[in-house]
Structures are given as C-alpha cells and as structure tokens.
C-alpha cells in the first residue's frame, strides 16, 4: 500500500515538461507515516498513512531580479491533475503582483543520487520492540500516557534549470508520561527520545529513569515565586533555544522590529552574550542529527525564498564563542542588506560546554531547583524574546548536590536571549529531544545549564 | 440524496456542495471500504473522505511576500474490532485502495487488540441516510480572482502605512474551504463543506534610535463567513474605521507609561476574552483531558468527571455554552466526523460545571446515552479526535449593559482589547495572557493608554472574581484557526462568544519588570 502512484522523480519531470512559464520549480514530498499512543496503560489512537504533497511554483520573468510567481500545492495522486496543477500555478503567476524577492534560478549542478529510487517508507511493525517493551510497562504499577511517531518524508526538488535534488528523512520520536499515586494528586514525570528508525531505542532504560524520577516524588515541598538557581536539561534548553534561533531573522533586525535589532540601527551581530564559548549551529552535515541539506519551500517567508530552492543549506553558526554571529536571510535579503545568505537549519545545536552531565551538576549543587521539561511556551514581548511558559512533569528541590524532594510546577517569565548572558555553567552536549516544539523540530543536541536566577513568575497548581 | 439545505440564519438560502466534490467516487469508496471491514469482522467501520483547499496571501509593506494555494485530499477507514480501533488512510481514491486501506485498518486494529486494556464502544446515533449540510457564506473566496484579493489588501495595507508613525505594516488573509464525505456500516451518509477566512492586517513603529518597536494589528476575527466579510460588505466588520484608528492607536501606546503591577480591576472586551474562555474553559471541559488522554501532550484538566455537578467554576452569573450550530462559527458543523449531528448545551450553569464535550466512544463512559457530537479529525491521515465546539460565555439575560457602564463601575483599573500572547499550564489552572491594547480607568472613565500588560491568575479565582457580564449588545464572535491538540499533531478552527465582562483584583504584571529591566 506504499505505492503513492506516478513515482514522484516522474511527477517532478513531467510537471516541468508540462510547464509553459519561463522558468518552474517543482517539489514533491511522499510522506509514510505510524504512530502509537497510549493513556492508563492502554492503546488509544493508532494507525498508518501514507501521502503526497506537492507544489508547482510558476515564474514568469520581466528580468533577473524581477519576476512574478505563482505557486499551487497539491496532494492529489491522480496523475491527471498534474497539467490541472501546472496550469493553476501559470494563471497564478499571470496575474500575479511582482515579487520582491526575485533572483535568479540555481542552475543544475549534476544528476541527484537516487532520483528514481522508491520512496522511504513505514509502518506499524516498525514499534515491534516498542511495544512488546511497554507491555511489560502496562502491567506495572504506573500509569503510563504516551506517543510514538515514525516519519519517513522524501522530497524531490526539480526545477527548470536542470537542477535536481533528493533526500530522505526519516524522523522518530518516542515520549512517556509517567504517574505514579492517587488520581487527584499524582506525581508525574517525563522521558523522550528521537531516533531516525527505532532501532536500539532503550525503553527498559527509559522506563528506568522514568521510575527513579517518580522515586523522587515520595516527598513533596512547596516553593513560594522568586528567583533559584536552576538547573535546566537539555530537553528545557532545546525548548528555550529553539524560539532563539526562530526569531534570529535578518530582516527585521535591520528594519528594528526584532530582538535582534541593535539600539541606534543596525543588527545585534557581533554582541557578546556571554563569556562562556557557546556557539549555536545548525549543521546538515551533524552526523548524529542529519536534516535535508537544501532548500525547499513553495512559499517565501521572512527568511526563505522560492528563489532559493536547491541552495545548499552550510553549517552556521547562529552564536559563535558566546557571541551573536548571525541571521537567517535569503539570497534576496541578504543582498538588500549587504550580507551574505544563511538558510535557516533544521537541526540545532549548542556546543562549548564541559564534559558534565545533568547528574554531575546536581551533584555541584548547594540548593537548586532541577527541572524536566518546560510547557506552553510563548512570545510575550517581542523587543526582548520575552519567553512564558510552565514547568512540568518534575521540579525538583535539589539541596547539598542530591534531589530531596518534589516541589510545585510554576509559571516562569524568561528570554534566551537574557538566558545566555546569565548563564553560570554549561554541561556536556548530548542529543535530546525538545518537548513543547518536537511537532516542528526533533533534532537538537543540548547541554545541561545551570541560572543563577531563573525566573519563576507564579505557582502553578497543575500537577 | 435527500435535500436538507435549509435556509441560512439570515433567511438565505445556502449553498450546495461543490459539484467538483460530489464528482468523486465517494460512494464507490463507501462500499468498497465499509463492506470489506464489515466482512474483516470490524463491528464498526466508517469512511471519510475529506478534502481541504486553502489559499494564504501575505504581503509585506504593500508588496506580495508569497501566495500560494493549497489542496489536500485523502480518504481514511476506521474500524472498531474486538472493542480496538483501528485506523489507516490513503490519497489514491480508488475503490481498489479502499479495500486494501479497509484491511490494513483491520490489521491495525488486530495487531494492537493485545495493548488495549479499555473496550471501546460507541454511543447510538440516529441514522442519517443521505444529507447535505453547507455552512453560511455567500462568495465563496476561491471564486473571486487572486489579483482583486490583493488589491483588496493592499489598499487596507496603504491606509495603514500611509499614516505618520507607521514604518511598516503586513496584511494577510487566509482562507480555507473544507469538504468531507462521511458514511458508516449503520447507513449514514453525511456531505458537508464549510468555508472560513481570517484577514489580518498589522502597523509597526520604529524608534531606531532608542532600539525600541511597537506594534498593532486588526481584531477582526477569523469567521466561518465568505469573501463578503473581507470586504466588509455584509456590514459585519467596519475596515475603514478601524484602519482609520490604528495609527493613533499605536502612536499613543509607543510612548504609553508602563503599567503598574499588582491586582487589578479588569473590564475585558471579547476581543481579548474569548482567548481566555478558550484557554481556561474550552480545553478544561474536553472530556478526553479530563480522563487523561492528553496528559503526556496537550494535558488534563482540574475539571475532572468526580467534580461534575460540584465544581464551582466562577459566579453565579456564569454561563456557559458548548455548541456546533452557532451562525459563523468556526466549530459549526452539520455533523460531526462521527455522523453525530451539531447540539448545543450547558457546560457551566449557575458558575458551577455541568458538562462536556465528548464524542461517541466518550459518552457512555460518563453515562450519557449519547454523543454531543464533538469529534473531528482535521485531514484525512489523522485520526478523528474530541474536538473543541464552540464554547460561549453567555452575556446577562437579564439587562443590556454596556462596556461603558461596566467600566462605569471602576475607580482605579484597565480596560483590555484584543488578544496577543497566551499561555496555560497542563491542568488549566495558571493562565497568563497580555493584548493590543490597555487603557487606564480612573474613576469610571477611560483615561489613556498604557503598556507592557499581562493579566496571570488561575482560573477558577479569576471567574469567581467576575462581578458582572455585559449584556447581548456587547457579545461578540472571536476565534482562531490555529487549535492545536492530539499527537500526531492536528489543528482545528474554533469560535468562542462573550460579551464584555468585570473581574476584581487579578493580578496584572509588568513585562518589562518581568524581562528584568
């Protein structure tokens, strides 16, 4: 039931031949997905699918750097509807208004590997150790909530150059909630894991951990708002870092309406944060954490631009050494601005710290707060990333370097931007899988921090 | 088929479903997935086809930054086996991929039979053999031509920018047509589409030299309505007023003081409201939450099952609805994704709670014989869920007052528009929400604006601290397109009504003190 019809190398082609604009860009995804979850120990919602999703962007040209554009996304699999598409997308860019971000095409730079192979793909005797794993977890005495979601995305890109380029994606991402004790007042934790296809997934090792946090619970302590000391995992900071890298946008640092735009014009590039050696990178290379190592989008946006498709997507380091070294920008902005263009990456990564593990700098610790994961995380203020959100499934009061005791959730009020210029220490890089954002951004790879005076705003009742 | 379109609330009649969608091969599909999971042993089988187009225009400082259309378009086969669900999908709409989709939900279903520790079982539901139901709009947004919608646009984005003090403004409009064919081995064969548009617009000051910025957007809100709203030609939404007003607006909060923090007097416009009965009441009485089948994502709820009937959720005044038959609203549905057609009832009565929503699986399990018809799943490869209805604060049966005189009534304290940030913690209990627009009261009187305001409290003090409702004139629709729930991740559109209200002493804060500055 893989087959998704007409193999999308050919729906590339023949929408290209199809094409009666003066230039076309072409993009196909074949999307195979599985996916478990469960609440109090049984299943609930489960099943497969298998999708297409593609676009055709029509260019009519008035000039190199003047064009107009339009753009038609399908997921019809009918191979009569790829002219209907090709022709929607032509009459779109007809009467299209000129875009702004009009640059030249790439041109073909050699075959893509692979162009004609069949798509990745899955299915639901990919969670076979999984779920013999967490039989074994329903009959214990915790109550186990969770999600376990396979993806294998491939994407063609083709475009009327001659350009083509193809890739495969597998994402996995596996999360178990954990409670422990009466329904009213349960204690609760949290363990996640991503993984490209599930192999050598240690469940016994995650429920493990998930059991020694709850150990944890036995004893409880409120805490009154303030100012701790904090130590955040690495989960906590992919979610504080990740909202970072988002709003690291060239244009709207030049134009003074982001966090990035220095005081007196200009950008914020170049200012020191902090004097610990962080640097924030997006890498498609990672060998741990590979993403599509090129453009493909069918719509442009503050930071991408149709323009751009196929552009090979470098390594960039967002903050260098502790110091701010870039902004995300298309080939379009950056020469408006005088830059040079950086494609926003699909991995994060925040290196520079020591070889200390969480449990290391708990042990470092005269009294703190530990945290597990952070919740329901927004924007409040723009101008300076101020950050809401909530602790949850775990803050713990950490006194002469050993947990002690469960305390209370809160609601805290931060920016990562301010998180960074704050930070006292930095533990051991590892890869983890960032709670509020892994329905966007799976592959990231974090240090512990440790704040010196993380904010909590308010107490939380949520348990 | 059987003709049930009926006449819109406004007493036209509505439109039929899309001829180009009935051309699809959904009662080919029909029998050949449902007969296929039926001979499978599924004792429960039902197919949706759904198809959901959508056009997103956003430009930037008057000029276009993307168009792009959208249609997505797939059939999905679930089945109940052995008391296990079941679920797969597929794009290819062809009798010959339903009978293979139909049997891969079934083997599904098996394979997981020895993880599910809770049967299910579905509530009754009255058979609806052939039915249509079409939402209430009367220009279809994809009828009108690309180049008149920005043009349209771009003159709401000239008179923005055309002001003094606006440095840069972004308008974009959003649209979605969303069709589903629904059939089931009980016999009920349900055709519905439903359209909704949510137009933005949004003016940016700079101060470049002191690195500072301020924004201020539209508050017309996303509507189940047509082209007719964007233009404002139904006369639901007054564009050239508002547009007139903004830049003022903005000037005048720019260089507003800072508020001062601690409790404070609120009168809340719908405008901001609704988020907030979205955030604290809509979620907290999703009966899947309450259970706890959302307590390793999107969360639980404080308002759990043992406290139905008990739980005082706020003052007596309080009243509040669950529905999916409120004109415009986003949530309004014929039937729902479970062939259960739209209700309205009580979710809050007297301040205390009353109710749920729920779907087929999740009423008999509180003990109603049936479903209030809340399920939907929002695209043919995900699983149909308990989705948000419309939830609604009902505003005073008894007297119209007016925001002006709920403001009336306060010595010393703000009146807040519109909605901008939001965040909730995982059992509904701690809110914190910020918006457009503040306005000091002094003595009963509006009496400018001030900045970097934030409301926080938890949810049952902040309604038990509502003094007064305003009346019909002051209710009004909000909604968001963007209701995030379920793992995989799905989005739904949701409408929520209130009128102006009066809460005391909540605790407002600082968001500049709150950054450390």
Known sequence: MSALGVPAGEVVERA????????????????????????????TTNGVSASRHWAVVSIFRDGPTSARVGSVGSTSVDQADIETVVRAAEEAARTAEPAEDAVPLLAADGPAPDWAAEPGSTGIDVFGELARALAGGFDG?????GFAHHRVHTTWLGTSTGLRRRYAQPTGTLEINGKRGPDADPASAWVGTSTPDFVGVDVAGLLAELSRRLDWSAKTVHLDAGRYETLLPPSAVADLMIPLAWAMEARGAHEGHNAFAAPGGGTRIGERLTELPLT????????????????????????????????????????????????????????????????????????????????????????????????????????????TGLTRDGVYLVEDGRVTAEVNNFRWNESPLDLLR????????????????????????????????????SVSLAK | ????????????????????????????????????????????????????????????????????????????????????????????????????????????????????????????EPRYPDVEWVSEYVIDPFEVPTAQKVALLQEYA?????????????????????????????????????????????????????????????????AGRGWEYVTGADGVWDWDDELARIPGWLAEKAVAPGVEAGPTDLVIDPTNLWLTIHESIGHATEYDRAIGYESAYAGTSFATPDKLGTLRYGTPIMRVTGDRTEPFGLATVGYDDEGVA???????????????????????????????????????????????????????????????????????????????????????????????????????????????????????????????????STWRLGGAFNCGKAQPGQVAAVSHGCPSILVRGINVLNTRTEAGR
């Open chain 1, 141 to 145: 005495a915790d109550r186990l909530y």
């Open chain 2, 158 to 222: 000239r008179r923005l920018a055309a002001a003094d003090g606006v440095d840069h403004v972004t308008a974009s409009v959003l649209q979605v047509k969303e069709q589903t064919y629904y059939a089931d081995t009980a016999g009920t064969v349900i055709t519905q589409q439903r359209v909704r548009v949510h137009p933005e617009l949004k003016a940016v000051t700079v101060d470049s030299t002191a690195g500072v910025f301020e924004t201020m957007r539209t508050l017309a809100p996303p």
């Open chain 1, 422 to 457: 704050r930070v006292t220490e930095a533990g051991a890089t590892e890869p983890t899988l960032p709670r509020e954002w892994s329905d966007w951004f799976t592959r990231t790879a974090m240090p512990p921090l440790r704040i010196p005076d993380f904010h909590m705003s």
């Open chain 1, 16 to 43: 290209l031949a199809a094409s009666r604009a003066d230039e076309s860009i072409v993009l196909v995804t074949d999307a195979h997905e599985a996916s478990l979850r469960w609440a109090g120990n049984s299943m």
């Open chain 2, 1 to 124: 088929m059987i003709g049930v379109s009926t006449a819109t609330s406004e007493g036209r009649a509505r439109r039929a479903v899309d001829a180009e969608f009935r051309a699809l091969p959904l009662g080919a599909l029909a029998e050949a997935a449902l007969s296929t999971a039926r001979a499978a042993g599924a004792a429960h089988a039902d197919l949706r086809v759904h198809r959901l187009r959508t056009q997103s225009i956003r430009l930037r400082d008057g000029r276009v930054e993307s168009v792009a259309d959208h249609t997505d378009l797939g059939f999905a086969v679930r089945v109940v086996v052995d008391g296990t669900w079941g679920f797969a999908s597929h794009a290819a709409l062809t009798p010959q991929h339903a009978v293979a989709v139909a049997r891969q939900a079934v083997e599904v279903a098996t394979a997981l039979r020895a993880l599910n520790r809770e049967r299910v079982e579905l509530a009754p």
């Open chain 2, 342 to 472: 739209g209700q309205r009832w009580d979710l809050i009565r007297d301040g205390v709670l009353v109710g749920y929503q729920l779907d087929r699986a999740f009423a008999p399990r509180l003990g109603l014989a049936r479903s209030n018809g809340c399920s939907y799943a929002d695209s043919a490869h995900h699983v149909p869920i308990q989705r948000m209805a419309n939830v609604s604060l009902a505003p005073d049966p008894e007297r119209d007052t007016s925001t002006e005189e709920l403001i009336s009534r306060v010595e010393n304290g703000l009146y807040i528009v519109g909605d901008k940030s939001w965040s909730i913690d995982m059992q509904r209990y701690n809110f914190q929400f910020t918006g457009q627009r503040f306005f000091r009261i002094r003595d009963g009187e509006l009496a400018g604006q001030v900045r970097d305001v934030a409301y926080q409290a938890t949810t049952t003090d902040f309604w038990g601290a509502m003094e007064a409702v305003g009346g019909p």
């Open chain 1, 280 to 387: 924030l990178t997006s890498d498609p290379a990672d060998p741990l954490l590979p993403h599509r190592p090129f453009v493909a989008t069918s719509a442009s946006s503050d930071t991408l631009s149709v323009f751009d498709n196929g552009l090979i997507a470098e390594r960039v380091d967002w903050v260098r050494d502790g110091v701010v070294n870039a902004l995300a920008q298309s080939r379009a902005t950056a020469a408006e601005f005088g830059s040079t263009v950086t494609v926003p990456g699909e991995n994060l990564l925040l290196t520079g710290g020591s070889t200390a593990s969480i449990d290391e700098l708990v042990a470092n610790t005269e009294r703190g707060l530990l945290l597990t994961t952070l919740w329901y995380i927004r924007e409040v203020d723009p101008a300076t990333l101020l950050l």
